[in-house]
């Protein structure tokens, strides 16, 4: 494998093994010296290493001061056999001020406190075999978290001015420094965590040990983060010759970086967003998150607006919920791209609506549920929202809360886009996301449009909330729109081929075009009745008015790519004989089959009839059945497919008209409005 790399790529790779070599002589020159010299401060500190003698009994946590803001820092020393900790009090109020004539003690708190990492890792299985020693006491941890700890001990970063020799590493490590037994604590170290990571030095990233072609993954990450000469006297880049089958194989290698558990954590988003650095480590190797997040981009572009599946491998055993859509690896990547980018390290960085972080853990992992909650209030604005992580709470009474403020603090249901659970699975509301389980359809994306304000226009909130024998329920005033009569029977799946996409396409277009010979659909002008003939229109429709229909040169997907756009085409790339495959780079017809991927999955066509009026083209779930409604609400991006039931009503999921539909709506008035209760 390692011939199928290019000269320079086998220059980094030897790069980075000679500093890794380095750093351990530099390690094993500090102990001798320390040795021959004992007066010396080198030797002070160094000998100072904690006693490895067991103790009997388990490790006993001294408690944290909440009103000065203590957390733990753990200490790690580069010791050859166990991983040997101490655990160090500070507070995260300290500024820096009055450090020159503390004692020995409190000095050790300073530097804790100057220099610590946190540590962004998974657990892993939730048997904790492996272990560590704080005191003298064994403490058992996960397997995972002793890999990375041992393969982290050595490592020294720069930015935290640490000494060689066997002086500590301090890092910030949320098993270890959390008493996970004391829920008090747990929930006021957890509402701490955004500071802690914002104070922190940096973030590790602990991947897991080196597979799967990881090497390969971390020598693309590192070419690609190499910038082009910037003028005249800078070195040339050398852009590597390769062969289609060695960029498949980099594609591959990086798909597989991807989809290691840890891109799949619902902590990982506050861990990356707010931290100062973010490296990545795997095994032995390591890079920026920043070089990382070059290659990923690359491959969602790929994957996003050109449908080129190939760097992602097909399932090695049959999908255990074939009915819940399969998160692209290097869009969760991706999405903390984007994260660390608007609400940590960005220009413009600023706190993130609540409805958009909650649905965007629905596709996490999380060893408490409760957690794709709790794990992104760091992000969001705490003034505005008002809630804090209570581990006190049940998991649907957290999932409710959190329901109820995205709905009551931004006077909107939009938070029903994230609603597809019609059986109330879990004892859930079906008003309230189910966020252990995975999505059926991928949420439509909110726009500025909000149905119904003209006819309401001035009026009090539309939003209430009543308890009773059934549980939690939720009033809200809307228009019933239609029931659903017939519906398409082609949905596309998944895993469909471009093929399979176009009969799909083919089939919805028949529908949508008879409807119109028919004068079935309401039409604006005579240009509409193309509008299901041409790609153009049709592209505006699937992508809910997000793409405009209108072709896209080369060029303007090019410049998404960061970084060098020529050292991508070189590494990871599909030359313009492989796009053949797949069509035009980005023609009319890839962009139809992107949005049918993006929006069509698990979804299907029908034609409304609005009353007494023509109706519109409407995407429902495909869940919908016969007689269900379509209403909406004040203060909603999309109308919502509703299924009446003994008690009220229970939310089918999303549904998406043309804009057709709004000569019906401007007809009705605000009495017409009716009162229903959601269950």
């Not at 062969?243 to 619902?266: D, F, G, M, T």
């Not at 869009?331 to 706190?351: C, K, S």
């Not at 079906?430 to 449009?449: C, E, I, M, Y």
Request: net charge negative.
């Amino acid at each position: 494998m390692s011939q199928m790399f290019s000269v320079s790529g086998r220059f980094d790779t030897l790069e980075l093994r000679i500093k890794g070599i380095e750093d351990k002589l530099s390690q094993i020159l500090s102990r001798l010296t320390a040795l021959e010299n004992p007066s010396s401060e080198v030797a002070a500190e160094a000998i100072q290493l904690p006693s490895n003698e067991i103790k009997e009994g388990d490790y006993v946590y001294r408690s944290l001061d909440g009103e000065k803001k203590e957390i733990r820092v753990l200490a790690l020393y580069s010791a050859e056999e166990d991983v040997v900790c101490e655990l160090i009090h500070g507070s995260l109020d300290w500024s820096g001020e009055g450090t020159a004539e503390v004692g020995t003690k409190q000095r050790e708190q300073v530097e804790a406190m100057k220099k610590f990492n946190t540590l962004s890792y998974t657990w892993g299985s939730s048997e904790k075999k492996g272990s560590v020693i704080i005191k003298g006491h064994h403490f058992p941890v996960t397997e995972n978290l002793e890999s990375a700890l041992r393969n982290l001990r050595n490592f020294r970063d720069p930015a935290s001015e640490a000494t060689t020799g066997v002086t500590p590493s301090f890092w910030w490590i949320d098993a270890i420094c959390i008493n996970q037994e004391d829920v008090l604590e747990r929930n006021q170290q957890v509402n701490l965590m955004t500071r802690i990571y914002k104070k922190a030095v940096g973030v590790h990233i602990w991947l897991g040990e080196q597979a799967d072609d990881s090497e390969i993954a971390f020598q693309v990450a590192h070419q690609l983060a190499k910038q082009k000469p910037q003028g005249p006297g800078h070195p040339d880049v050398v852009y590597p010759e390769t062969s289609a089958e060695q960029r498949n194989i980099h594609r591959k290698a990086l798909a597989k970086l991807c989809a290691r558990p840890w891109w799949e954590r619902v902590w990982v988003r506050q861990e990356v967003a707010v931290a100062n650095e973010a490296t990545v480590h795997c095994g032995s190797y390591s890079c920026s998150f920043h070089a990382l997040t070059l290659a990923v981009t690359t491959l969602n572009i790929m994957d996003e607006e050109l449908g080129f599946k190939i760097v992602q491998d097909s399932p090695d055993s049959p999908d255990p919920a074939p009915d819940l859509l399969r998160a692209p690896a290097f869009r969760r990547a991706y999405i903390l791209t984007y994260y660390r980018t608007n609400a940590g390290r960005g220009p413009v960085a600023t706190y993130q609506d609540l409805r958009t972080l909650i649905l965007h853990t629905r596709s996490c992992a999380a060893t408490d549920p409760r957690d794709k909650v709790f794990s992104i209030l760091g992000l969001a604005d705490p003034d505005f929202w008002n809630l804090k992580a209570d581990y006190r709470l049940s998991v649907n009474q957290t999932f409710i809360l959190g329901a109820q403020s995205c709905i009551m603090k931004k006077q909107s249901l939009d938070i029903l886009s994230g609603c597809q659970n019609p059986d109330k699975l879990n004892g859930l509301p079906s008003w309230v996301p189910n966020l252990t389980d995975g999505w059926k359809a991928r949420p439509f994306p909110t726009t500025s449009q909000r149905h119904c304000e003209d006819v309401m226009a001035g009026e009090a909130p539309d939003f209430s909330f009543e308890e009773n024998e059934k549980g939690c329920v939720l009033k809200a005033r809307g228009f019933l729109l239609d029931e659903i009569k017939t519906l398409s029977k082609e949905t596309p799946h998944q895993d469909a081929t471009p093929g399979e996409l176009d009969t799909v396409s083919s089939a919805w277009r028949q529908l949508a075009a008879t409807a119109l010979e028919n004068k079935k659909i309401y039409v604006l002008d005579q240009g509409t009745i193309a509008k299901y003939k041409d790609d153009g229109p049709w592209i505006q429709f699937l992508s809910t008015h997000t793409d405009n229909g209108v072709a896209i040169p080369r060029s303007a997907t090019q410049v998404k790519i960061l970084g060098d756009y020529k050292m991508a085409t070189s590494l990871l790339l599909p030359s313009e004989d492989e796009m053949i495959c797949i069509g035009d780079f980005k023609g009319l017809k890839t962009r139809v089959r992107e949005h049918l991927r993006k929006n069509g999955v698990r979804r299907r066509l029908r034609i409304t009839k609005m009353g007494e009026s023509k109706g519109s083209v409407v995407l429902v779930p495909a869940e919908a059945r016969e007689e269900d409604e379509i209403w909406l609400f004040r203060g909603t991006s999309f109308p919502y497919v509703l299924r009446k039931v003994e008690d009220g009503y229970v939310v089918v999921g999303e549904a998406y008209s043309d804009r057709y539909y709004w000569p019906y709506l401007k007809k009705r008035t605000k009495e017409e409005a009716q009162i229903i209760s959601i269950i």
